[in-house]
């Protein structure tokens, strides 16, 4: 089997809000359809975003189940966290210790899935 583009998919409620947003940190852009946008990043499919009317927003970590999330490696936490909440992210979990040499800050995109800044 060849697999010619691996791309994950997100339910939304909002196509041209999550898709912008991803594209925004990501560095892409977005082929909006009807019911369906693409995002692609130097010229290659990387997300999908798929229209959900009835999407319920997951409430991390205890309420409405998330179903999946990603995990962004950065550089520089200050500089990215400065990124995606500029573009609309939402803080859920500041990290235990920020000068570590390894952590995580869990946020939430527009339609409210967990993602993660890594480092």
């Not at 912008?20 to 977005?30: I, N």
Request: hydrophobic share 40%; glycine share 8%; net charge negative.
């Amino acid at each position: 089997m060849r697999i010619r583009h691996q791309v994950t998919v997100f339910d939304t409620a909002d196509l041209a809000t999550e898709s912008t947003f991803w594209a925004g940190v990501l560095g892409g852009t977005v082929e909006p359809d009807d019911d369906w946008h693409m995002l692609y990043v130097d010229g290659e499919p990387r997300m999908g975003f798929q229209l959900a009317p009835n999407h319920v927003r997951p409430d991390w970590p205890d309420g409405e189940q998330q179903q999946i999330h990603l995990d962004l490696y950065v550089e520089d936490l200050a500089e990215a966290h400065a990124h995606v909440t500029g573009l609309g992210a939402e803080l859920l979990k500041q990290a235990d210790d920020p000068a570590a040499p390894e952590g995580f800050q869990v946020y939430a995109d527009p339609s409210g899935h967990p993602f993660c800044l890594c480092w």
